[in-house]
């Protein structure tokens, strides 16, 4: 079974620019969660979405934005780019909506924003 | 809302001996509990989790935590750790419906 799926796994971007990262989650599994990593701030919560519905957002500008396509695939946008949004940006999927079992995620998308 | 903390940012050790990760949790409803490891340029393995029933659980590689409800913590134990074992070590918490929250990780170090 292919585990998750995330591309690119390295970008290089300048401050203005957008940028669109995509995750592909195991087959059969739904929901799909995004996570900021960085050394300062860990791992925070971006949004979730299940059956292509957003059910939760964390606290992140209006910069930030997702969606899920009806495969489950999904896509976050970052627009504007600032240089604090250099991070490494990590998907997780599960079979199941909310967190009650394991979250299962990606190696991330390292992107780094001069 | 839940949060973690996870009380030392690194623990350096030798080869082969006892490890313990501090982890505390706080919520206000009943909550599911993580470890989670990540290796280098990797994404996060879950490690073990707490769900219900006993409250000591076991999980890969060596490692068990134990759930302390009293004390609203769930330590990370390894009675002899091995080289491979460093990496960053996250603890999380989750209240079933919303979204998973991490600590801020455990740099866990080693060394022969």
């Known amino acids: 079974k292919a585990g998750v799926t995330q591309t690119p796994r390295y970008l290089i971007k300048t401050r203005g620019q957008q940028v669109t990262l995509s995750c592909s989650p195991i087959?059969?599994?739904?929901?799909v969660s995004w996570y900021q990593q960085t050394p300062g701030q860990g791992l925070q919560f971006l949004f979730e979405?299940?059956?292509?519905?957003?059910?939760n957002k964390g606290n992140f500008p209006g910069r930030f934005s997702g969606r899920q396509f009806s495969n489950s695939r999904s896509e976050m946008n970052v627009s504007t780019l600032e240089l604090g949004d250099s991070a490494l940006y990590l998907c997780?999927?599960?079979?199941?909506?909310?967190?009650?079992?394991?979250?299962?995620f990606g190696e991330g998308s390292r992107l780094t924003v001069l | 809302a839940q949060s973690v903390t996870q009380l030392d940012s690194q623990v350096p050790v030798f080869e082969e001996a006892p490890v313990e990760l501090r982890c505390n949790y706080s919520?206000?409803?009943?909550?599911?509990l993580f470890w989670y490891v990540q290796y280098p340029n990797q994404g996060l393995q879950l490690l073990l989790k707490y769900l219900s029933g006993s409250t000591l659980v076991k999980g890969i590689n060596g490692f068990e935590a134990e759930f302390n409800k009293s004390q609203t913590s769930f330590h990370l134990r390894k009675p002899s750790v091995h080289i491979s074992d460093t990496a960053e070590y996250f603890c999380?918490?989750?209240?079933?419906?919303?979204?998973?929250?991490f600590g801020a990780g455990t740099r866990l170090t080693v060394k022969p």
């Open positions: 087959s059969g599994h739904r929901s």
């Open positions: 979405y299940f059956s292509e519905t957003q059910r």
């Open positions: 999380a918490v989750s209240d079933g419906l919303n979204d998973m929250r």
């Open positions: 997780a999927s599960s079979s199941q909506a909310g967190v009650t079992g394991e979250l299962f």
């Open positions: 919520s206000s409803v009943s909550v599911y």
